[in-house]
């Protein structure tokens, strides 16, 4: 039935502890209290020589919005270039207009840089005012292979009708893969969706090794931050999702 699983990592880490769970591919990125951004040209070499599986690399600047300057489109284009060389087998990325519609003209021009390899569209679709028609956007201009999201929703959970719409109108041009607050205890309702993409962090919280720690300073703007915390892919979460979809599949 061809389900697929998607990791996404920000370390050799995770990419390694993903790999060893089963998962077929594995979305690379930076900046994880950003929701992702690109990912090191240290980390892509450095996954592509340890890591057997499909690297598809984030390419976006910077966190926040989808609508990008022109100086942010040129380091895009760079991006794009050493990922390439660097070893990317897929890459990952969305624009969008003030409006919140597809950017068209800069989708077909990352579409012609990322030649000839496969590209997911983000979840920068779950932030377009009709998803229906984004997604007529993207089939319209061709050359998408998955369109990232949650069904518009906090988390797949509430957005799996909007999944289920997205796939069916799909078909099998562009795969809509599920992804935010992935869950084993949800496949079954995606299988019965017809979602065969899942894609899911499986995070855990490391704690920092250091004895002494520094109270008084920050390395970080955001009070969010916690220097000595960090996030990585715990393997047996993403086994689990593997062991939910063999078992499904199998019956």
Known sequence: MNYEIEVCSFSLESCLAAERAGADRIELCGGFSEGGTTPSLGLIE?????????????????GGDFLYTETEWRTMEADVRWAKKAGADGLVAGFLTPEGRIDMERWKTFLSWADPLPVTFHRAFDMT???LQALDDLLA????SRILTSGQQPSVAQGIPLLKQLQERAGDQIRIMAGAGMKAELIPSLVSAGIKSVHLTGKGAVMSAMSFRQPKVSMASSTWTDEYIRFETKEEQVRKVKEEIQKITQI
Do not use: E, N
């Open 141 to 144: 201009v061709g050359g998408c």
């Open 129 to 131: 005012p009709d998803p």
């Open 46 to 62: 450095v996954a592509k020589t340890f890591c057997q599986l499909p690297m598809f690399v984030m390419i976006r600047p910077r």
